[in-house]
């Protein structure tokens, strides 16, 4: 079964964590300025950063908030062969009750910036997509529109599934770990779930995993879990679960 460039674009989005934001330089007009941020996805599906007040990219985006964040596979040997996305977007500073809801999120997939947020002067903002430029390879090149895909677990009820498997099911989150061939150097923690996977935290690296088929509720999310923690392989997106 062929996965559309939608959905191969997001999935590349949602499997990496980090990605070059460029920015409209305020020190050298007229010149694009790039730098790594790490990012996750809120509840809108558009990318979460946390950025400090005195950096470049933060006085660039003050400016103008026109920017892209480029996406591309981790670790690929030939980076010309493999999916790489650009998304254009608008950047935007979180204020109030927002705040909160984000740091929640963000503090789940790097645990180690609530030092960092409540030591110095950092914010949320959020890149809010305008277009979509993807690649998934020699030939395979994409104008998207309609790739942004809201979580319908986020908030609470995303908290909860993560909490209990965290809590109760270690064991099968080591099993999703071996499945999946993912580094065993340290313990995984489920961090996020969306209706199209998982997202384990392994030491400092994130990691997100494909349901075989989307979840729209939380009992299918249930369902997809507990065939995986009998499963003997991960299975392939597109196919049924069972």
Same mark, same amino acid.
């Given at each position: 079964?062929?996965? $559309? !460039?939608?959905? #191969? @674009?997001?999935?590349?989005?949602?499997?990496?964590?980090?990605?070059?934001?460029?920015? =409209? &330089?305020?020190?050298?007009?007229?010149?694009?300025?790039?730098?790594?941020?790490?990012?996750?996805?809120?509840?809108?599906?558009?990318?979460?950063?946390?950025?400090?007040?005195?950096?470049?990219?933060?006085?660039?985006?003050?400016?103008?908030?026109?920017?892209?964040?480029?996406?591309?596979?981790?670790?690929?040997?030939?980076?010309?062969?493999?999916?790489?996305?650009?998304?254009?977007?608008?950047?935007?500073?979180?204020?109030? $009750? !927002?705040?909160? #809801? @984000?740091?929640?999120?963000?503090?789940?997939?790097?645990?180690?910036?609530?030092?960092? =947020? &409540?030591?110095?002067?950092?914010?949320?903002?959020?890149?809010?997509?305008?277009?979509?430029?993807?690649?998934?390879?020699?030939?395979?090149?994409?104008?998207?529109?309609?790739?942004?895909?809201?979580?319908?677990?986020?908030?609470?009820?995303?908290?909860?599934?993560?909490?209990?498997?965290?809590?109760?099911?270690?064991?099968?989150?080591?099993?999703?770990?071996?499945?999946?061939?993912?580094?065993?150097?340290?313990?995984?923690?489920?961090?996020?779930?969306?209706?199209?996977?998982?997202?384990?935290?392994?030491?400092?690296?994130?990691?997100?995993?494909?349901?075989?088929?989307?979840?729209?509720?939380?009992?299918?999310?249930?369902?997809?879990?507990?065939?995986?923690?009998?499963?003997?392989?991960?299975?392939?997106?597109?196919?049924?679960?069972?």
């Amino acid at each position: 079964m062929s996965i $559309p !460039a939608t959905t #191969q @674009a997001r999935h590349l989005l949602l499997k990496e964590y980090r990605g070059v934001l460029s920015t =409209h &330089s305020k020190a050298m007009p007229g010149f694009p300025f790039g730098s790594v941020v790490p990012y996750c996805l809120n509840a809108d599906g558009e990318p979460l950063i946390l950025i400090s007040r005195i950096a470049q990219h933060t006085h660039n985006l003050q400016l103008d908030p026109k920017c892209s964040l480029l996406v591309g596979e981790r670790a690929a040997e030939d980076v010309q062969a493999v999916g790489r996305l650009t998304l254009l977007a608008e950047a935007r500073k979180l204020q109030g $009750p !927002a705040i909160e #809801q @984000a740091a929640e999120r963000y503090y789940r997939y790097f645990p180690e910036s609530r030092n960092y =947020h &409540s030591a110095h002067d950092f914010d949320f903002w959020t890149l809010s997509p305008v277009r979509h430029r993807y690649i998934g390879g020699f030939g395979a090149i994409h104008w998207l529109d309609d790739v942004t895909l809201a979580n319908p677990f986020a908030g609470s009820v995303e908290t909860g599934m993560v909490e209990h498997m965290n809590d109760d099911h270690a064991k099968a989150i080591a099993h999703y770990v071996q499945l999946a061939g993912l580094p065993t150097h340290e313990p995984a923690h489920l961090t996020g779930i969306d209706s199209e996977g998982l997202h384990l935290r392994i030491g400092h690296g994130v990691y997100w995993l494909p349901f075989a088929s989307p979840c729209n509720t939380p009992i299918q999310v249930r369902e997809a879990l507990v065939s995986l923690a009998r499963a003997s392989e991960w299975p392939v997106p597109g196919t049924a679960q069972g």
